[in-house]
């Protein structure tokens, strides 16, 4: 066997050390809970998709990993496949694929890796974890499921430690009729250029409206002052109706907002925002769109978009439209790891160590560890046989709270605290830990819906 | 938007149904907290790894798939990653590029994909889900643990809904030690031989032991005799003494196998067998190894192997010998899934639909749900106000046991289970489903240890 040199970490392939670990799979677990209550079935998709199917959004050709079998030859067909980028776009495919057996309206939530080749930086990954939940409908999907959505993730997120949470929404059809109204050549163009509000001035969004809409400064003008409106209620109806624009599809587009902003204000006063500068730049979305952004790190960027979208999942007369959103749970976590944000009252799972006091009698640390075990604690053994100083500093590395040493032939045992020193007599087919509960906290300034 | 075209399943690639993801997820729950329950901690390691690393071990070349991004040129790096095609590998990898960082013995599981380009076949995927376990230690790690890894298998695979499973496990130095004794001139060569026993005649591989391992016939044949030799308790070390060859390194595997096959009699009598067939393929393990098989389904070959490696993380003088397990997920489940062995109660989540009576009145149905979600009850609400019986319906083909359908102003709703008819007032604020248990259960001629 060859020797293994040390490595060094792959930028933009981030992976957590045990304790951050445990804090993730915490984060998943309170995702996929809320998820399953408001029953959405899990899904995974394979990591591959074929390379045309992935370059089908001509603005992401140069984010895909492209495969290929190291003694290929006999197969060329695997030369067509890459890794998806994201989770929609394969959950597209797999409708269509399995439309015949799926239950429509379609619900799932799916928790899994994708990756782009984009060049590293905060918070951008090569490799990142992301949970996506989508309704998909046939034919027709109703406009309550987009009122949903935020709704979900207000809780899902809401019951994490994290610090609050704020979703900002908009329509797309609220703002394409805003432009139409408005007289604006290219109003696809407008879209993309407000989009732009996140990294260029003002000045700059106006520019680009005037050369790629083809606006007027007036139009150009009108533009940002819709894109300046931000209301937590619905007052931005009247906002917008002071620009003077009128076209059907602003009317419905307002409409709609105004829903969901009414159904957000009854389940969770705060959450939401009706924010017009927010357009999302991916082209397929067509009513309804979502950012998310955490109180107090909003420089984070949104950690959580998504919207509904009509043309995604389409094959000849079939049509699928969907509405989903997702988490960008490595970029929320390693920005929150980043900032110090995160702490976790444990690092492994271990709730109790089984001292041995010889290797003799490790079998009778063995039967007591079963014992806690067929009654849901979670325990390991001790690694040898040192002196208990030893071995109870080993439980403290470990970050285990509890050692438990076992009695000599017929006399009980007794379990001590190593935190507080407590130390008792017990009985390990009675005993319950009085607190081993995995507690995650946000620390620091950052500010918390909940402390976990 | 383009429209997108009907797609095929990719061969090799599995996807499962929504109700079959659901087993899935239920394994892999109950894998996940047995290895908790044994102090195992949660781990995740990137899909990709330097090539030169994947290529340590060179028969497995050939299976690499290479990844390249599709506009590169900035970064060569990059053409020097392909994915894992295992989780032990990179496992090891972690080990040394954190171990300044990490607590030894290192305890932790791991669930995720691996890919390998091989040609597909029954139960043979180019991506399929992997469940680890492994221990790690710095300098030397105790022989216990290769005592505690079957037992934990026992436990994590005896608490799924899936036929009884048996443990077959043999050791290195017990057949190393056997052949030196014998005077065989290649040890490794007859090792590999030994290990095609499962594929080729015991003449062929009596031939092999010749032709690779220097054996002379009759080596060859005591070689083949040690081969046959299979028991439940430790009558094995009578039988291999019986064989009249004798060395210190096959003492010393002697006492370790029987001291696992004992320790396993105490703790799950019938789980485990010595089976000195039993030689795994790849080179680095040294010490116990192990397969497994499901009891009246042999013919799918071991779904759960690994064994003791004590020379696979190191780096200089730094050594961390460990010893781990691998369950193959997607080949048991593919496996059993081809055979229609598993069926689940429920295909979603969802326990309640709650109705709506007309579209005026959802949000008191959206009322109803956030009730019951409160409680805990997956819920979601009717996709529209349809007929009664059409919800009813719908309720039924997705799955859900049960019908809410709310009271007008004031009065209660009425809560049906819709595969018995019983129909109740009920109060959504108090009501619990008397049955509302996932259930996975093994159906058709297979045993079980359990129905789930």
Redesign the interface.
């Known amino acids: 066997?060859?020797?293994?040199?040390?490595?060094?970490?792959?930028s933009g392939?981030?992976?957590?050390?045990?304790p951050q670990?445990?804090i993730?799979?915490y984060v998943l677990d309170r995702l996929r809970t809320t998820f399953?209550?408001?029953?959405?079935?899990?899904?995974?998709?394979?990591?591959?998709e074929?390379?045309d199917?992935l370059l089908?959004k001509g603005e992401t050709?140069?984010?895909?990993?492209?495969?290929?079998?190291?003694?290929?030859g006999n197969d060329p067909a695997?030369d067509a496949?890459?890794?998806h980028f994201d989770l929609t776009v394969p959950f597209?495919?797999?409708v269509?694929?399995?439309a015949g057996?799926?239950?429509f309206?379609f619900?799932?939530y799916q928790i899994q890796?994708a990756?782009r080749?984009e060049r590293p930086q905060e918070g951008r990954y090569r490799?990142f974890l992301q949970a996506d939940i989508d309704v998909v409908?046939r034919d027709a999907l109703?406009f309550?499921y987009e009122v949903?959505i935020p709704l979900i993730i207000g809780?899902a997120l809401g019951s994490l430690p994290i610090p609050q949470i704020r979703i900002q929404v908009n329509n797309r059809k609220l703002c394409q009729g805003f432009y139409i109204g408005l007289g604006i050549p290219d109003p696809e163009a407008a879209l993309r250029a407000v989009d732009k509000s996140d990294k260029i001035s003002p000045a700059a969004v106006a520019d680009l409206l005037v050369q790629t809409a083809g606006a007027t400064e007036a139009q150009a003008k009108a533009c940002l002052a819709l894109a300046e409106i931000s209301t937590e209620d619905t007052s931005f109806v009247d906002a917008v109706r002071a620009l003077g624009v009128t076209d059907p599809l602003l009317d419905e587009g307002l409409d709609e907002l105004v829903r969901i902003v009414e159904?957000a204000r009854?389940?969770n006063p705060g959450l939401l925002v009706a924010d017009l500068r927010i357009a999302r730049g991916l082209?397929?979305y067509t009513g309804t769109v979502y950012e998310t952004r955490l109180v107090g790190y909003e420089r984070f960027g949104s950690i959580c978009s998504g919207g509904r979208y009509d043309?995604?999942?389409?094959?000849?007369s079939d049509r699928y439209p969907g509405v989903g959103i997702s988490v960008g749970v490595s970029r929320m976590l390693g920005l929150l790891f980043g900032a110090g944000a995160l702490s976790a009252s444990r690092?492994?799972?271990?709730c109790v160590l089984v001292a041995v006091p010889d290797e003799e009698t490790?079998?009778e640390s063995?039967r007591v560890a079963?014992a806690l075990?067929a009654r849901?604690?979670?325990?390991?053994?001790s690694?040898?046989a040192a002196k208990f100083g030893k071995q109870i500093r080993?439980a403290e590395?470990?970050g285990?709270p509890y050692v438990w040493f076992p009695g000599t032939e017929g006399s009980a045992g007794e379990v001590k605290d190593i935190r507080s020193g407590d130390q008792v007599i017990a009985d390990a087919a009675a005993w319950t830990p009085p607190d081993d509960d995995l507690r995650v906290t946000v620390t620091g300034s950052a500010q918390t819906g909940l402390s976990g």
């Open positions: 066997m060859q020797s293994q040199s040390k490595r060094h970490p792959l392939f981030p992976e957590w050390l045990p670990r445990m993730e799979q399953e209550l408001y029953g959405f079935a899990p899904l995974e998709t394979r990591a591959v074929p390379l199917q089908r050709s140069n984010e895909v990993y492209v495969l290929r079998r190291l003694q290929a695997d496949l890459g890794l597209a495919r797999y269509l694929e399995n057996k799926l239950q309206p619900r799932r890796k990756w080749g490799e409908d109703p309550h949903e809780d159904a009854e389940h082209d397929y043309n995604l999942a389409t094959s000849g690092s492994v799972p271990t490790r079998t063995d079963a075990r849901g604690i979670p325990t390991e053994v690694p040898s080993y590395r470990r285990i």
